[in-house]
């Protein structure tokens, strides 16, 4: 090979986005491939390095292909790592209301390093976090890309977005203590500010409080929080600067403003009634609806310190918000998984695919919502514009997790998942 040759082979080998040789194969006794809802079995999945490289019928591989150094899962049902798209991991289940007032953004990180780790494990590969005082988040976030700590990949918000009072404000301290949220900012300029200030903080989505919420002292989850102007600015602002925006909205006039003003997902969507829901399916926006999350607060809440006043505010929300959860499956709105975990406890993030296939989603549906859906949502792509996660397909990052049987026919199966593989290596086994 002369000089010019090896250069070149060199250059190619080294842009980004050549797929060189697999260097590893996963047996799957079955691959749940999740566009078309379809069992296949005895499938290779050849890696390279942290990412699919591609995959084959075992039967196809080629000599050298299984000479490869394997993992056998051939007893196993193999899908991709599944995607948490609301979680809290900077916070204590344990530590609702004045407690939480004793944590600095800094003890919260550290929290959130045990929380990153149960998640993972729970077969969770890839989370969405949404809003975390002190960008204890993009910490979190770092420390685990860096490899210095065991956690999913994480997407984060910062601080959420809200008004002045809003549901991500600190309402807890009256006006001496001189309190309030990371997040808050009023008025076009000031929101289109906090937007910059989040990204240029380490922020990839936009999160921010369209309604009052359950867990905030004095606010109406029914009362709107925000313009539509402001709204607007700030939804034209992340899209300006590349990111997604999650809007937390639970009264249905918050929900509607949220719609039109242009938001990717509405977080909760507790009240949402029919016009928002043909709304929603006709913008594409997704619905992120935590079903589960009610029976922890009103059995677990308040030895955890939930204000009674929250307590009594899930009482109306929860129950129809799981039949209005039903009610946008009928339609067939888009859908993604988020589950709110860090309100209660971390590492039962599967739980609540059986409330929703309980509440009307067929179990694929709801491993749809947790991996492909969730993934387009995120819209988190490789330098070919493949998608990073949610999927086992080339240039995704080897991202999977194996249980004993069959999802679709016992979807509490991915309660307990004994093993989890993130990047290609094993982070759980049995
Ligand atoms: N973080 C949310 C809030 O405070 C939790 C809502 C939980 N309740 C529910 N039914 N999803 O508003």
């Known amino acids: 090979m002369n000089t010019a040759t090896l250069l070149a082979v060199t250059a190619l080998l080294l842009t980004p986005g050549v797929q060189a040789e697999p260097d590893q194969l996963i ?17 290779a999945i050849l890696l390279e390095q942290d990412r699919v490289h591609s995959i084959v019928a075992l039967g196809k591989l080629s000599t050298e292909q299984q000479a490869l150094p394997r993992t056998d899962l051939s007893a196993y049902t193999v899908l991709p790592g599944l995607i948490d798209m609301h979680v809290h991991l900077t916070a204590n289940p344990s530590a609702h209301g004045y407690r939480r007032l004793q944590q600095t953004p800094a003890r919260q990180a ?19 976090n949404l809003g975390a005082a002190g960008f204890a988040d993009v910490a979190l976030r770092d420390a685990i890309t ?23 404000d600190n309402n807890l301290l009256p006006h001496t203590y001189q309190a309030s949220g990371d997040g808050v900012a009023n008025g076009a300029d000031a929101i289109r500010a906090k937007v910059r200030s989040n990204m240029k903080y380490g922020a990839d989505v936009i999160k921010f409080t369209a309604t009052g919420g359950v867990l905030s002292r004095n606010t109406d989850v029914n009362a709107s929080q925000y313009s539509l102007a402001e709204m607007q600015a700030l939804v034209a602002e992340a899209h300006d ?37 043909k709304l929603a399916k006709s913008r594409g926006t997704y619905l992120v609806m935590d079903v589960y999350v009610s029976d922890y607060i009103l059995q677990d809440g308040e030895a955890a310190g939930i204000l009674p006043e929250s307590l009594a505010k899930e009482r109306t929300v929860g ?55 969730a993934a387009e949502l995120l819209n988190w792509r ?34 307990q998942i004994p093993l989890v593989i993130k990047g290609g290596k094993a982070v759980k086994a049995p």
């Not at 600067?241 to 809007?247: D, F, Q, T």
């Not at 409330?355 to 919502?369: D, E, K």
């Not at 991202?399 to 509490?412: F, K, S, Y």
Request: charged share 15%; aromatic share 4%; proline share 3%.
């Open 382 to 415: 490789n330098e070919q514009g493949q998608l990073n996660v949610g999927v086992l397909e080339p240039g995704a990052y080897a991202d999977m997790v194996a249980i004993a049987g069959n999802p679709l026919e016992q979807i509490t199966l991915l309660e």
């Open 241 to 277: 600067r590349g990111a997604s925006v999650a809007a937390h909205a639970h009264g249905l006039r918050g929900i509607k403003r949220a719609l039109e003003a242009g938001v990717d997902s509405i977080e909760h969507a507790s009240f949402i009634d029919d016009d928002a829901i």
């Open 319 to 373: 129950q129809l918000q799981r039949q209005n959860f039903s009610k946008a499956v009928k339609a067939g709105v888009k859908m993604a998984y988020g589950t709110d975990a860090g309100v209660y406890t971390h590492g039962l993030n599967g739980r609540q695919l059986n409330y929703m296939v309980q509440w009307g989603m067929t179990p694929l549906q709801a491993i749809q919502s947790a991996t492909l859906h």
């Open 27 to 43: 047996i799957a006794g079955r691959l749940l491939d999740v566009r078309s809802g379809k069992l296949l079995p005895d499938q």
């Open 146 to 168: 860096a490899g210095e700590i065991t956690g999913p990949r994480m997407r984060v918000s910062g601080p959420g977005l809200c008004m002045t009072g809003g549901h991500c």
């Open 110 to 128: 550290l929290f959130g390093v045990t929380a990153a780790a149960a998640t993972l494990h729970a077969g969770f590969t890839t989370v969405r």
